[in-house]
C-alpha cells in the first residue's frame, strides 16, 4: 500500500487548509483499512489527530475536536483532514496512516499501523 499526502503549506492563524491522502495498491481480501493522520511536530513524539474506521466511525484527538474533520472517499481511495480555525501549536509534519482492519475497529496508536506516507508539512504563522 502506497500513502502520498498533499496540501500542506503556511497559513496565517485562523485560517484553513485541507490535507488530502492518496491511497493505492491495496490487496483485495474481506476487510478494509482503518486510516488515520498523525502530527509530529519538532521534538516531539508523533501523536494521532483523528482516525477513521472502515464503517465510517471516527476518533479525533481532544486538541483538535471540532476544529479537524477527517473523511475519505472509498471509491477514490482517498482520505482528507479539513482543518479549520489553525493554531501555531497546530505546525508539525501530517502524515496519512493504513493498518488493515474489521468493519468497526478503530486504531489510535501509532505502532499499529503498517502504511505511512512521506508527511506534508503544515505551518501556521501567528
Known amino acids: 500500500v502506497q500513502l502520498v499526502e498533499s496540501g500542506g503549506g503556511e497559513v496565517q492563524a485562523g485560517g484553513s487548509l485541507k490535507l488530502s491522502c492518496a491511497a493505492s495498491?491495496?490487496?483485495?481480501?474481506?476487510?478494509?483499512?482503518?486510516m488515520a493522520w498523525f502530527r509530529q511536530a519538532p521534538g516531539t513524539e508523533r501523536e494521532a489527530v483523528a482516525s477513521?474506521?472502515?464503517?465510517?466511525?471516527?476518533r479525533y484527538a481532544d486538541s483538535v475536536k471540532g476544529q479537524f474533520t477527517i473523511s475519505k472517499v472509498n471509491a477514490k481511495n482517498t482520505l482528507g483532514l479539513q482543518m479549520d480555525s489553525l493554531k501555531p501549536e497546530d505546525t508539525a509534519v501530517y502524515y496519512c496512516?493504513?493498518?488493515?482492519?474489521?468493519?468497526?475497529?478503530?486504531?489510535?496508536?501509532?505502532?499499529?499501523?503498517?502504511?505511512w506516507g512521506q508527511g506534508t508539512q503544515v505551518t501556521v504563522s501567528s
Open positions: 495498491g491495496y490487496t483485495s481480501n474481506a476487510f478494509g483499512y482503518c
Open positions: 496512516a493504513a493498518v488493515p482492519a474489521s468493519y468497526g475497529e478503530l486504531r489510535w496508536n501509532r505502532y499499529d499501523y503498517d502504511f
Open positions: 477513521i474506521a472502515v464503517k465510517g466511525t471516527t
